[in-house]
Nanobody, 117 residues
Framework: QVQLVESGGGLVQPGGSLRLSCAASGIIFSTYTLAWYRQAPGKQRELVATITSRGNTNYADSVKGRFIISRDNAKNTVYLQMNSLKPEDTAVYYC???????????WGQGTQVTVSS
């Protein structure tokens, strides 16, 4: 049974930082591309950051220079370090694990991040 469990969300003031974690089980973690998505109220889910099995990263323009995605294959965990947070970063953040051969994709349940003074 595959599980992705996010943690680390919460309420933070503008300019603050949070680190999200997503612990995976039931998959060969090192072979998957990991990603963080977010969905704000009334908006579509959007891709925030990805990290491949080789460690290559990519970011949405809106978070470049502020967010850092990383992975620890020994702990089956992917992280999202979020700095200089803005109110527009408020959303439910989801982690995703995916690979193409064979095709598979798994989602966590999401963790709420609220940026407000």
């Amino acid at each position: 049974q595959v599980q992705l469990v996010e943690s680390g969300g919460g309420l933070v003031q503008p300019g603050g930082s949070l680190r999200l974690s997503c612990a995976a089980s039931g998959i060969i973690f090192s072979t998957y591309t990991l990603a963080w998505y977010r969905q704000a109220p009334g908006k579509q889910r959007e891709l925030v950051a990805t990290i491949t099995s080789r460690g290559n990263t990519n970011y949405a323009d809106s978070v470049k220079g502020r967010f850092i995605i990383s992975r620890d294959n020994a702990k089956n965990t992917v992280y999202l370090q979020m700095n200089s947070l803005k109110p527009e970063d408020t959303a439910v953040y989801y982690c995703n694990a995916a690979r193409s051969i064979p095709t598979s994709s798994y989602w966590g349940q999401g963790t709420q991040v609220t940026v407000s003074s």
